[in-house]
């Protein structure tokens, strides 16, 4: 059965404040590196920083932190799942032979 | 019936042992409906990254139409919208029903000032023709140019720009819409530290449709 | 629906090449172990059940709960045999997708619901080809419209032709004779009838349908025949009934009545701009982009052919 | 805490009237209100299927031209998918009984699943319109780019789906949170009955797959309004891809179908062989395993769709490792009868003819597997042979025997065993009848949605027409054995089976809140020493 204790963790309001500073702050960092071309890694770092950003969102507002280990295990199967959709299909559309049109 | 009305100082549905075991499974219950969203987000993530990969210049070329500014802009709000949303809920436990209140109310307000941004954003791109695929319409230099290079899909990026964008709206509607039903419990006093579950759930959608602008918002404005 | 081709009469289709023996073997091997598999699972529950019926209520029962060694064996050897089955599947995908270097090559259009066929040559034709026997084929497969699949039976291969890429199928023909042909991605009405006949036949056959123009002598009406047979009659007949498309019967020289009322006389630049731009201008009472273009697939003279074979159909 | 004191209440005759019905949260009354629309539905699929035979029974037209029998095999294809085979078991079946065997009062969210329900419904309603608009011609599998010129009827089938979608969402998601907040005192998870590890692992891939499912829907939907072009290779898009997102859902999603049928099989062929089940861990296990893996195998379905050689072969592999899992579920019942106390009551007459008929489709789908083998294969016969025999041979038949059983728990009656048999005979027979000549005629070369077809494959056309009106006669005698045993049939004590788990401790209809003194488990499900 689920566990009972009765108490739910609260968060002081000032670590509230911290996180949507460092929110904010990683944006304006987002804005700043997407104005330098980095090239193939663009996107890359463009998603590590939104990364970076969903990982605060997820462990403080909305509570994963303090919630049970559970939940983590739900949010990473459905990423896996959506990189094994995105995996398998890039494989396909990479290793395909293209033949050329002979007329 | 089974419930019993929730206003009530820690009463629950029958078929719970308590009010926590109660909460509890709410949560549970809401974090697999967001596991939902993000598998459903996730396949036009997806859908998006292969076309991306496939047709990097197009992708590039139609970044360079949305105006960054507008993105950050409601970047910066939803974010904000985030942290009064979660406010609410640690007024909830601290049984303060005028400041619940009041965050619910600047979250409902943020989300119009997104919409409202989304909406000039839209006209502005419906006015230029830039829609998607088959109504593609916008006939500037860059088109040519990309014409130059092999790439004549230009409107695949906008197609991509509209659907996850209107997804993601219509997402910041519903969840506008649950806030509103929020604002209406939290003027009858319904929450107080021993009950607000609702709170919680709702809050737990709104901070997704956040966390969704966060991918949104580099994706489609600023790697294109 | 008939054809001349041969298909099964037994379990297979015939074996028009070495692979398809390959193919088949493998499927023999598949069969046996499934059956064997069946035997033992549905021989089994038959016999239990027979066997230790109830006799009588209040019957005990011993408890077993499990027994390594056999849920090891029941795992894996299954396993043992499904690896096989894939290793060896794995092979002869391996011999049906290697394009040997030196075939023959033709392009294959799907379009609903006709296969066309156009040599390096130039020579085209649809609804049959020749190829001929001995000689590995290559068929790059195009499609104008939607999903097609192009299927050859006695080959035991087949591959989708996919609108926007061209995709490519091999076999050699090792057996002189004709082939069925089907569709067998679904296209819409007339999926079921968008066959062609693959004619396998002696190089020196082959050579002589290469350099035969079909046309060679006849009448610009008996082209426009053909064409007709070959082409339009899936939705164009030639009697009073209506088809996909309007009956050719009675339409030359007739005020035809379009879908936004307009009238226009069937003239021959109406005739020539419904085959080449069949969506200008749509006939009351039929659907609007069913009919494809045949804009750079039909020459002029196959044109000219078509407009005095209507002309004929008083 | 207790139930309704009164014994002669029960959930059935709590309330009465119409409304009190449409308005339920009772997990019982929803799972009844699933069973009625489901056998509707499965009524008009059911007659769709009559009339493809009857078209097919000879050469030439029969009875209707090419454009109309492609509707009725699309609609045939489309509702038994979608509407019954889904929605069959886990929301009839498991909705009734999955509560009960946890020794819970309800499921976790009563409203969400009254909704789910609604959702199946108001699908089914857009579906339907889909008539309206000249229909769909498109078969189930939507495939782009002919979905996307055909006639609009398609769009409203399509948002159908998308809304039934989340009916099968609702009903996972509530399924996972009771099974893991609502067991009742002592019912640890490996004390779970079969059925409730199925229904488990069928949920996990409700809320996994079936959002892919809702977002290719939609972008098809927005293909059709919008002309986004992403599946359109008019417009660059790929059409390969949409194949790639519709089975990443649809393979899955023929697991959602077998699943809990295993479920069900595992229930018969412990109580009706009175013996503890054979490896009761490892079915457990094998069904999560089955879950799991079954997200990697979706390719097999496009082998020849211009999908790469490379992933062709990866996912020919990985399509073998899933027959394991099934493998050893197969033996183990088999192994539980080993020793047993059998009776051949309708319910396990079913029960045997599922591992019969699944057995047979299984090794089937191992050739299709087999991917030198499947590019012959591939869209014939073969094909539909095979999905008939794991779908109808598999899953209608764990439907039908676990209707059977829970019949007297469910109503409170028993059903007239000697028709209920004869109803049987007429479906096990009939059904080989159809559906085996058609293995051979896909060996054969004939493909599948064809609407007219050579000579040579008329005579076992013709017999699988016959076996499939064979069928369509045992469906009726079914149904009329259903129908007597609701109004007639005698009435059943609380456990006329024998059976172990948890809904056979409660009395026949079980009270509105299922038991009359909350359960507590001290054992195993399938005690029987
Ligand atoms: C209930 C639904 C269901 C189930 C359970 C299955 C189970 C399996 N299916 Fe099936 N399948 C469908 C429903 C289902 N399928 C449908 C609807 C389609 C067509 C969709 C369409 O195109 O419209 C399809 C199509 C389909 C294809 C694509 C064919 C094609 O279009 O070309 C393939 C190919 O790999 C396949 C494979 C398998 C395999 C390997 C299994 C395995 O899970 C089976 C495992 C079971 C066993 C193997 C039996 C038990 C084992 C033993 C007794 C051990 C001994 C056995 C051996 C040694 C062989 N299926
Ligand atoms: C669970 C799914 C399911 C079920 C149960 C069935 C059941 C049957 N199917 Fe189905 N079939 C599919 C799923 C299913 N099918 C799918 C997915 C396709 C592919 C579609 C596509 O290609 O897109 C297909 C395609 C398909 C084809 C191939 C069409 C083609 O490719 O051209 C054929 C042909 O024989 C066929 C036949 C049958 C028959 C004879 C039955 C019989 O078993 C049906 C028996 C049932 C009845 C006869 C109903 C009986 C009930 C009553 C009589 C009660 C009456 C009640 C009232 C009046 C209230 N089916
Ligand atoms: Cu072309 Cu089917
Ligand atoms: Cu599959």
């Known amino acids: 059965m689920g566990q009972q204790h009765g108490e739910h963790h609260t968060i002081p309001l000032s670590l509230y404040y911290k996180i949507l500073g460092l929110l904010l702050f990683l944006t304006v960092i987002t804005v700043a590196v997407a104005q330098v071309d980095f090239g193939a890694l663009n996107t890359v770092i463009a998603m590590a920083i939104a990364s970076i950003k969903a990982g605060f969102v997820l462990a403080y507002f909305m509570h994963l932190k303090y919630d049970d280990k559970l939940y983590w295990v739900l949010f990473g199967t459905a990423v896996f799942f959506l990189i094994v959709l995105f995996f398998f299909s890039w494989l396909d559309i990479v290793t395909r032979i293209n033949p050329p049109s002979i007329l | 019936m089974s419930t019993v009305k929730t206003s009530e100082h820690r009463h629950h549905a029958h078929h719970f042992d308590s009010a926590e075991h109660e909460y509890q499974s709410s949560k549970f219950g809401t974090w697999l409906f967001l596991v939902t969203e993000i598998i459903m987000f996730g396949g036009l993530f997806v859908g998006y990254i292969l076309f991306h990969e496939l047709f990097k210049e197009t992708f590039k070329v139609g970044a360079t139409f949305l105006d960054w500014k507008l993105g950050a802009l409601n970047t910066v709000v939803l974010l904000f919208s985030s942290l009064t949303m979660a406010l609410s809920i640690y007024y909830a436990q601290q049984n303060n029903k005028k400041l619940v209140l009041t965050n619910l109310y600047i979250t409902l307000a943020c989300g119009f000032v997104f919409l409202i941004v989304k909406y000039f954003e839209y006209t502005h791109k419906i006015h230029e023709g830039l829609l998607p695929g088959r109504y593609f319409a916008y006939d500037g230099p ?56 609702p709170l919680e759930c709702v809050g737990l959608f709104w901070h997704l449709v956040d966390l969704i602008w966060i991918y949104l918002f580099p994706l489609l404005y600023l790697v294109g | 629906m008939s054809s001349s081709a041969s298909v099964a009469s037994r379990f297979m289709p015939p074996q028009g090449s070495e692979i398809a023996a390959n193919v088949d073997s493998l499927y023999a ?66 011999q049906l997708r290697s394009v040997p270097e030196n075939g023959l090559e033709i392009s294959v259009l799907g379009q609903k619901w006709n296969w066309t066929f156009t040599y390096k040559s130039g020579r085209a034709s649809s609804g049959e080809f020749y190829v001929p026997v001995d000689q590995p084929v290559r068929l790059v497969l195009g499609s104008a419209d939607v999903l097609h699949s192009f299927f050859l039976p006695a080959f035991r291969t087949k591959q989708d032709a996919v609108p926007g890429r061209y995709t490519q199928l091999w076999f050699k023909p090792q057996r002189e004779g004709s082939y069925q042909v089907f569709c067998t991605e679904y296209c819409g009405d007339q999926h079921s009838s968008m066959a062609a006949i693959m004619h396998v036949v002696s190089r020196e056959k082959y050579e002589d349908w290469l350099s035969n123009d079909p046309y060679k002598g006849l009448p610009l009406a008996d082209i426009g025949q053909k064409v007709h047979t070959a ?78 074979f209507i002309k004929t159909l008083k | 805490m207790a139930g309704t004191s009164d014994p002669n209440k029960n959930y059935l005759n709590e309330k009465s009237g119409l409304w009190s019905w449409l308005t339920t949260l009772d997990h019982k009354r929803i799972g009844i209100l699933y069973m009625i629309s489901v056998m509707i539905f499965f009524a008009i699929g059911g007659i769709f299927a009559m009339l493809i035979r009857v078209e097919l029974f000879s050469v030439g037209p029969t009875i209707m031209d090419a454009a109309t029998y492609n509707r009725a095999m699309t609609f045939h294809g489309a509702i038994m998918v979608f509407m019954v085979i889904i929605p069959g078991i886990p929301a009839f079946l498991g909705n009734f009984f999955l509560p009960i065997q946890l020794g819970a009062k309800d499921v976790a969210f009563p409203r969400v699943n009254l909704m789910s329900w609604y959702c199946l419904m108001i699908g089914a309603a857009i579906a339907f319109t889909s008539l309206i608009y000249h229909g769909v011609d498109t078969g189930w599998t939507f495939y782009t780019p002919y979905s996307i010129s055909t006639n609009n009827g398609t769009l409203f089938m399509v948002l159908g789906a998308f809304v039934i979608g989340f009916s099968s969402i609702l009903t996972g998601l509530n399924f996972i949170v009771t099974t893991h907040k609502l067991r009742a005192p002592g019912m640890t998870f490996w004390r779970m009955p079969l059925f409730v590890w199925a229904l488990y692992s069928t949920a996990i891939l409700q809320v996994l797959a ?145 591992i019969f008929l699944f057995t047979i489709g299984g090794v089937t789908g191992i050739i299709l597997a087999t991917v030198g083998v499947d590019v012959h294969f591939h869209d014939t016969y073969f094909v539909v042979a095979h999905f008939h025999y794991v779908m109808v041979g598999g899953t209608l038949m764990a439907i039908m025997g676990g209707i059977y059983y829970w019949f007297p728990k469910m109503f409170g009656r028993m059903v007239d065993e000697t028709w209920a048999r004869i109803s049987f005979v007429l479906i096990f027979i009939g059904f080989n009848v159809t559906f085996f000549p058609q293995f051979i005629l896909g060996a054969m070369g004939m493909p599948r949605r064809y609407f007219d077809y050579l000579p040579a494959y008329e005579s076992l056309n013709k017999i699988s027409s016959i076996g499939a009106w064979t069928i369509g006669i045992g469906f009726l005698v079914g149904l009329g054995v259903i129908l007597h045993g609701l109004y007639r049939g005698q009435k059943s004590g609380p456990n006329p089976w024998g059976g172990k788990t948890l809904e056979w401790t409660t009395s026949s209809p079980p009270p509105h809140e299922n038991f009359h003194v909350q359960p507590v488990v001290t054992a195993g499900p399938y005690e029987y020493r």
């Open chain 4, 210 to 354: 079936t959002p892919v499912l809702a977002i290719t829907l939609l972008l098809l939907a927005a293909e059709r309004l919008l002309g986004i072009g992403i599946f359109d290779p008019a417009l660059g898009g790929d059409p390969v891809l949409f194949q790639h997102f519709f089975w990443f859902y649809s393979h899955p999603a023929v697991y959602i179908m077998i699943l809990p049928a295993m479920g069900v099989v595992s229930e018969l062929i412990a109580t009706f062989s009175q013996k503890t089940i054979f490896g009761y861990k490892a079915i457990a296990l094998s069904s999560v395993g089955i879950a799991a893996v079954s997200f990697f195998v979706w390719g097999h379905h496009m082998f020849v769709s211009g999908q790469s050689e490379v992933a062709g072969i990866l996912f020919s592999f990985i399509t073998m490792l899933v027959g394991v899992p099934t493998a050893i579920k197969v033996f183990n019942w088999v192994a539980t009868m080993y020793r047993g106390s059998i009776r051949f009551d309708s319910p396990m007459l079913y029960a045997l003819g599922f």
């Open chain 3, 231 to 308: 082409r339009c009659i899936a939705c164009h007949n030639v009697t009073d009934v209506k088809g996909i498309g309007p009956s050719f019967k009675g339409l030359w020289g007739r005020q035809e009545t379009m879908d936004d009322g307009q009238q226009y006389l069937v003239d021959e630049n109406y005739t020539r701009e419904s085959i080449l731009n069949p969506n200008a201008k749509i006939v009351a009472g039929y659907p609007k982009g069913v009919m494809p273009t045949f804009a750079g697939q039909l020459n002029e003279q196959e044109l000219l052919g078509l407009i005095e």
């Open chain 3, 29 to 94: 091997f598949l069969l046996i172990v499934s059956f064997i598999s069946c035997v033992l699972v549905i021989g089994g529950l038959i016999y239990f059940a027979i066997k230790y019926r109830r006799k009588h209520e209040g019957e005990k029962t011993p408890y077993i709960a499990h027994n390594t060694t056999l849920e090891f064996l029941w795992s894996f050897i299954p396993f043992v045999i499904f690896m096989v089955a894939f290793a060896w599947g794995w092979l002869v995908y391996y």
């Open chain 2, 142 to 197: 860059e088109v040519a140019a990309l014409k130059e290079l092999g790439f004549s899909n230009l409107g695949l990026y906008f197609s991509f720009y509209f659907t996850m964008t209107g997804l993601h709206g219509s997402h910041v509607i519903a969840g506008m819409a649950l806030i509103a039903w929020l604002i209406v419990r939290a003027h009858k006093g319904e929450f107080n530290s021993s009950y607000y579950t």
